[in-house]
């Protein structure tokens, strides 16, 4: 860690019993001059949605809804997308005894189910807003039955209440991480690495197949094809499905 400069989250806390948005109502704040740190979390939301404004539902009080506000943007956050998944990852494994792992690029994997999720939108250099979905206390039946990837919950009696302080401070440590311990720490917990997977999208264009090989300095996933060639995958470009 840098150990310096690290951002503080939570303060001020903004919660809702219900809203559309998490991130909406954060985008919003950040829009009017709100302080970094400031956090807006929610019971309920009704609009929430995940990367490639796919839903993110939960019912109410079982999942921690949460959007926090970082600004200015500088070149120390380009790692900022494989830096608050890792942080979602340690605050997970501080309030109960679980062993989370990461698949790129922005979910949060238990026992290869989905337990959380990170979109973040950002208007650089200004502000960024870092939305976060846990699953905490989701029973089974209630997932929707067309998620593309199954999910689970934290379990453990976490409430949304205890859950938000631990990732408060978790992001604070990882957002101002240097980027070669975030490389490092997103490496270890590589979900992808030797699996196998098709993707759509990326310089190729057409659906492609090949085996995870890590994630480079820049953040890309790395597959390699069948015929031996070596894919760099940006975020923005790629979905994928793990086989």
């Keep these: 860690m840098s150990g310096t400069g690290e951002p503080r989250f939570g303060a001020p806390h903004h919660h809702h019993d219900r809203t559309d948005s998490t991130n909406l109502r954060a985008r919003e704040l950040a829009e009017a001059g709100a302080a970094s740190g400031t956090v807006v979390t929610a019971a309920e939301q009704s609009s929430g949605r995940g990367r490639a404004g796919r839903v993110w539902s939960a019912p109410a009080g079982a999942a921690l809804l949460y959007s926090a506000i970082l600004r200015p943007l500088d070149l120390s956050h380009l790692m900022l997308p494989l830096a608050v998944p890792i942080g979602v990852c340690e605050a997970c494994e501080s309030v109960a005894p679980v062993e989370c792992m990461l698949k790129w690029p922005n979910d949060v994997w238990l026992d290869e189910r989905k337990l959380a999720g990170v979109l973040i939108e950002a208007r650089a250099p200004d502000w960024a807003v870092i939305g976060v979905g846990v699953n905490l206390s989701i029973a089974p039946e209630s997932f929707p039955?067309?998620?593309?990837?199954?999910?689970?919950?934290?379990?453990?009696?976490?409430?949304?209440?205890?859950?938000?302080?631990?990732?408060?401070?978790?992001?604070g440590r990882w957002v101002a991480a240097e980027p070669e311990l975030v490389h490092a720490e997103f490496s270890r917990r590589d979900a992808l690495r030797g699996r196998e997977i098709d993707w759509e999208g990326g310089p190729a264009g057409d659906g492609?197949?090949?085996?995870?090989?890590?994630?480079?300095?820049?953040?890309?996933?790395?597959?390699?094809?069948?015929?031996?060639?070596?894919?760099?995958?940006?975020?923005?470009?790629?979905?994928?499905?793990?086989?």
């Design 145 to 171: 039955p067309d998620l593309r990837w199954p999910a689970t919950s934290l379990g453990h009696g976490i409430s949304p209440e205890t859950m938000r302080p631990a990732l408060d401070a978790a992001l």
């Design 208 to 243: 492609r197949s090949g085996t995870g090989e890590g994630i480079d300095e820049r953040g890309n996933l790395l597959v390699r094809g069948a015929g031996g060639e070596l894919s760099a995958l940006g975020s923005g470009e790629v979905s994928l499905r793990v086989r």
